[in-house]
């Protein structure tokens, strides 16, 4: 176990000096700004009070980092790496108890600790949530192991705590009573200690339909109310997600039906199997168009897909007789994907960290189906050689992808460079370029995105910027419109409203900019700039009373924004001064 701790320390080591990305700067950084590191724990607070909350443990966990860093990113790295670690360490136990052994446990550990499709989930710090409800899961899991191996209610009493920290870490941990009823399932197919199968090797690679058939309804009779109680906590956990967090805006399937949709998905699953077995091309966004949907029942490339799924799945169910911890491997992979399969629509259709806990799966399977020759003497000096350097090698890819992750420009560019039909990819690089003043740069990604999808509200937000930071008043008018015709509602809307608001504020047009502040001052988390810049108009016409409130209430909505404090003691000395009129800043 000190072993696997030590090598995903060092895999993941040189990822500790990477930057805020992405989301990281909504649910980390503006988050702390604002409540100076209080508000992680409004999610917990706020469920235990009665209101929906979203992942709440999560958003908790980065309390505990900026206690310890600040919002310096070492500390949510090194949690992120040590939550990882554990697991590592979860699935080591588990496969011991599977195995017996110690050497086949620690290769399925270093498979899932060194993968590098984790990174998605590691290395990202936003990612915390499936690391956090993958170790919870995969404690669980042992836990219901161990309560089966002992019958002592301690370890079962531990399942129901566990789950729910899971859940409320992502809603993804719903899957734990599944994947405990089909350890159950395995249980029955190698009823002795020994671990041998219901049938010798030599049995045929048929698929043992009695044999399964027997190995769910004993596990079914044995279990039934305890499966029960299982099921009704799960359909709670559905029923507060789908009525009352809505954690998601996709109101449609991907494709325009469930069918088409389910083809996509199945696209989608050949994807992640490929990566499983090849980690050579990863990639941060898989939004709109870098995978793209499908459409048509006549897709070749679905059907093909389709027909891998089903060859997969008879070689499951056929190696349940001969590998049955195999077979458990690989039905693991499939059950712990369920919460991601789009039978509930989800807007991000794929991702890599959705893998993070399927990968236990493959590395079951992996293992599994290698654990005979394992024990063989002659063969295991080849295979273990063998072992060792593929671990190498998919340490190695996990190393080189955490550099990918440094900063926004070399995220952005990566994944520009890997899928270059993203749309957001290259609004994302824009911003970046946008950061940097590299103008040039940013309006080449902008206008690629736009072709890509000419209704990206975001991108044409990003080039109404563009346009501010060049001088251009009027087309960065225009675009800045545009964007709010083309869709941005709500917290989307923020960002281009204040931008808008400080054209108007420049072109002179004082009525319109103050609006456009209104607006966006109703839309967290972004509420405090806009306080800010109505402060700004209000001092420079003169109502100094009114741009103080409004000063006070930015720095109390949002503490760390510094201008508001500022602008507020500017607007006192100017008061002072008896020179109100002209001062305070620009918004």
């Known amino acids: 176990m000190l072993a696997i701790v030590l090598v995903t320390g ?69 949690a992120n790496t040590t939550y990882h670690a554990l697991a590592a360490v979860a ?35 936003s990612g915390r949530r499936d690391v956090l409800s993958g170790l919870f899961v995969l404690a669980g899991f042992y836990a219901f192991v161990r309560y089966r191996a002992t019958e002592r209610l301690g370890y079962l009493a531990a399942v129901p705590p566990l789950y729910l920290l899971a859940f409320f870490s992502k809603e993804s941990g719903i899957i734990l009573p599944v994947l405990c009823v089909a350890y159950d399932v395995l249980r029955y197919l190698r009823p002795d200690e020994s671990g041998e199968p219901l049938r010798p090797r030599s049995a045929s690679w048929t698929i043992p339909f009695k044999e399964i058939g027997a190995a769910i309804t004993g596990a079914v009779s044995e279990a039934r109310w305890l499966y029960l109680s299982g099921a009704v906590l799960a359909g709670g956990f559905t029923a507060y997600v789908l009525l009352f967090v809505r954690g998601t805006w996709q109101r449609t399937y991907h494709g325009g039906s469930l069918w088409m949709t389910l083809l996509t998905m199945a696209r989608v699953v050949r994807h992640y199997l490929t990566l499983m077995v090849w980690p050579a091309t990863l990639n941060a966004d898989y939004s709109y168009n870098a995978f793209p949907v499908t459409t048509s029942s006549g897709d070749l490339q679905a059907w093909l897909a389709v027909l891998l799924l089903v060859v997969l799945w008879y070689g499951i169910l056929a190696t349940a007789r001969r590998r049955p911890i195999a077979a458990f491997g690989g039905v693991w992979f499939f059950l712990a994907l369920l919460p991601m399969s789009q039978i509930v629509p989800h807007h991000e259709m794929m991702a890599e960290h959705y893998l993070y806990v399927p990968v236990v799966g493959f590395a079951l399977a992996v293992t599994g189906l290698l654990e005979p020759y394992l024990s063989e003497v002659r063969r295991a000096r080849t295979l273990y050689p063998v072992c060792l350097i593929v671990v190498v090698l998919l340490a190695a890819r996990t190393v080189w992808r955490n550099a990918d992750w440094r900063d926004q420009l070399t995220l952005w560019r990566t994944t520009v460079e890997t899928a270059p039909e993203s749309a957001r990819a290259r609004n994302n690089l824009a911003g970046a370029y946008l950061q940097r003043h590299q103008l040039t740069a940013a309006e080449e990604q902008l206008e690629a995105a736009l072709r890509i999808r000419p209704d990206f509200a975001a991108a044409r937000a990003n080039l109404g910027k563009l346009y501010l930071d060049r001088g251009d008043l009027d087309a960065a008018e225009q675009a800045l419109r545009s964007a709010l015709t083309d869709g941005a509602d709500g917290k989307e809307d923020a960002i281009p409203r204040l931008w808008l608001g400080v054209v108007y504020a420049r072109k002179g047009e004082i009525a319109e900019a103050e609006q456009q502040f209104q607006a966006a001052a109703s839309r967290p988390p972004y509420d405090a700039y806009a306080y800010n810049n109505l402060g700004v108009l209000l001092a420079r016409a003169g109502r100094s009373g009114e741009a103080a409130a409004m000063f006070r209430e930015a720095a109390r909505r949002m503490p760390a924004l510094a201008e508001a404090s500022d602008n507020l003691a500017r607007l006192s000395r100017m008061e002072g001064a008896g020179a109100v009129r002209g001062g305070a800043g620009r918004p």
């Open 91 to 125: 699935v080591y136990l588990i496969a011991r108890a599977l195995f017996g052994g110690v050497r086949p446990a620690l290769l399925a550990a270093l498979i899932f600790a060194v993968h590098p499709v984790q990174t998605d989930a590691v290395t990202y710090m």
């Open 10 to 78: 060092l895999v993941y080591a040189n990822a500790f000096r990477n930057e805020f990305l992405f989301d990281d700067l909504e649910t980390i950084v503006e988050l702390q700004q604002r409540e100076g590191g209080t508000a992680a724990f409004g999610g917990v607070l706020s469920l235990l009070h009665g209101r929906p909350t979203y992942r709440p443990v999560r958003t908790a966990s980065y309390a505990f980092d900026y206690a310890l860093s600040g919002l310096d990113p070492w500390g949510y790295h090194l």
